[in-house]
């Protein structure tokens, strides 16, 4: 009976992540690591599916230096729910992926070392520039209106010298 109870409540835990992976690729992933600020949502139609950082079946043994490594949170929308399904670090400069695991339940795959598909690394490196050049946008626009400032005081005329 307990072996039961425990099947269900476990089926029960699963079976949005199995409807979601059902529907396909993932909606999104969410970005934090070095330079990045806060958090980066990522939609690339090449880092949004299952394999597209990993071929997940085959471990590797750990790196002794992995390098700077992003954590990147997979979700799908479902219903319009933002579901998480699962974490994993990218070291794209070295070639690796850290798979931590199911955001609801566990793998044999989870905890675990594997070579990262090189064909990620492109379309990763390129939605962290993007987002690197949309900080810069405000920065100069400040910049342009503090300009515009300047020169509109310096050319105002100057009061009369009284005598």
Same mark, same amino acid.
């Given at each position: 009976?307990?072996?039961?109870?425990?099947?269900?409540?476990?089926?029960?835990?699963?079976?949005?992540?199995?409807?979601?992976?059902?529907?396909?690729?993932?909606?999104?992933?969410?970005?934090?690591?070095?330079?990045?600020?806060?958090?980066?949502? #990522?939609?690339?139609?090449? =880092?949004?599916?299952?394999? &597209?950082?990993? *071929?997940?079946?085959?471990? %590797?043994?750990? +790196? $002794?230096?992995?390098?700077?490594?992003?954590?990147?949170?997979?979700?799908?929308?479902?219903?319009?729910?933002?579901?998480?399904?699962?974490?994993?670090?990218?070291?794209?400069?070295?070639?690796? #992926?850290?798979?931590?695991? =199911?955001?609801?339940?566990? &793998?044999?795959? *989870?905890?675990?070392?594997? %070579?990262?598909? +090189? $064909?990620?690394?492109?379309?990763?490196?390129?939605?962290?520039?993007?987002?690197?050049?949309?900080?810069?946008?405000?920065?100069?626009?400040?910049?342009?209106?503090?300009?515009?400032?300047?020169?509109?005081?310096?050319?105002?005329?100057?009061?009369?010298?009284?005598?």
């Amino acid at each position: 009976m307990k072996k039961l109870i425990w099947g269900l409540t476990a089926l029960l835990v699963l079976i949005p992540s199995f409807a979601a992976l059902a529907k396909g690729d993932f909606t999104y992933i969410t970005v934090k690591g070095p330079g990045v600020t806060g958090e980066l949502t #990522v939609s690339h139609p090449n =880092l949004i599916q299952f394999f &597209s950082f990993s *071929d997940f079946s085959k471990a %590797v043994e750990a +790196p $002794a230096e992995p390098g700077d490594g992003y954590q990147v949170l997979r979700v799908f929308v479902v219903d319009g729910k933002e579901q998480p399904f699962d974490l994993l670090y990218y070291y794209p400069t070295t070639g690796f #992926v850290y798979y931590e695991g =199911l955001a609801n339940g566990s &793998s044999e795959y *989870d905890k675990k070392w594997y %070579v990262a598909d +090189p $064909a990620a690394k492109a379309p990763f490196q390129a939605a962290l520039r993007r987002q690197a050049q949309l900080m810069w946008y405000p920065l100069g626009v400040i910049a342009i209106l503090l300009l515009v400032f300047y020169i509109a005081y310096r050319k105002k005329p100057s009061a009369p010298q009284q005598a």
